[in-house]
């Protein structure tokens, strides 16, 4: 008999824990839910208060960071919301402090993700914001899974494009006031080619200056010959 006694209290002390659990829930950092209004607090207008921002829905406690993120500081405007897209696009306008990334490409995005990355290395990490990357219950949106499916596509782009442009050697080049820009190759010959997946991965065209053997001169498609640069030209200026 005093054995079941002792047995049961340890399983009553689990009870009550969780009924307690239940009736006031951890508000542990990790399981904090805020709302837009409720993250503008954190600012750093009110001392009394942390600075907080959100990057994707994520929120980080940035006060070892005050000088940048409080008032005055060069970073402040990120402080007390969620300006996701302002971390690739540099629009620090009202209208540019936005977490909305849609018509961004896959490499802009990942560079976002790549940055809340970074604050979850650098600073304290204290919860979600509840709209468009979480829901009211914490849970990841479909926009969010959008998000990170296209920065891991970028990813794989940007690995795709290194290993393609790693197959060419890329051309010399110097800048002065006097003479301006030259390429030069000490093997084949200077021409421009489109970077490999560059609209998938900015949404834009881009070229670089690599170095052609002779006999790939006419047999590779898509060569752009410097503009007036001689055929044969080992240098070309610009």
Request: hydrophobic share 35%; proline share 3%; net charge positive.
């Amino acid at each position: 008999m005093r054995l079941t006694f002792f047995v049961g209290i340890p399983i009553l002390l689990v009870l009550i824990s969780i009924v307690i659990f239940k009736l006031y829930p951890s508000h542990s950092p990790s399981s904090k839910l805020f709302t837009a209004e409720e993250l503008a607090l954190f600012n750093g207008t009110d001392t009394q208060l942390s600075i907080l921002l959100g990057i994707l829905g994520s929120v980080f406690d940035v006060t070892n960071g005050k000088s940048h993120y409080g008032v005055g500081g060069g970073y402040n405007h990120f402080a007390g919301r969620d300006a996701s897209r302002a971390f690739v696009s540099g629009n620090f306008t009202g209208e540019g402090l936005t977490d909305n990334l849609n018509g961004l490409s896959s490499s802009e995005v990942k560079s976002i993700v790549d940055w809340r990355d970074f604050y979850f290395r650098t600073y304290k990490y204290v919860g979600k914001l509840v709209g468009r990357y979480y829901d009211s219950d914490g849970n990841p949106t479909k926009y969010l899974k959008g998000v990170e499916s296209k920065a891991a596509r970028g990813a794989q782009l940007l690995e795709k494009q290194k290993k393609e442009e790693a197959k060419t050697v890329s051309c010399n080049s110097k800048w002065s006031q006097d003479e301006g820009s030259e390429v030069w190759c000490d093997e084949g010959y200077p021409r421009l080619v489109q970077k490999a997946h560059d609209i998938a991965l900015t949404g834009k065209m881009s070229k670089r200056c690599v170095c052609i053997k002779k006999d790939q001169l006419s047999t590779q498609p898509g060569l752009e010959i410097y503009s007036g640069c001689d055929f044969y030209s080992t240098r070309c200026r610009l």
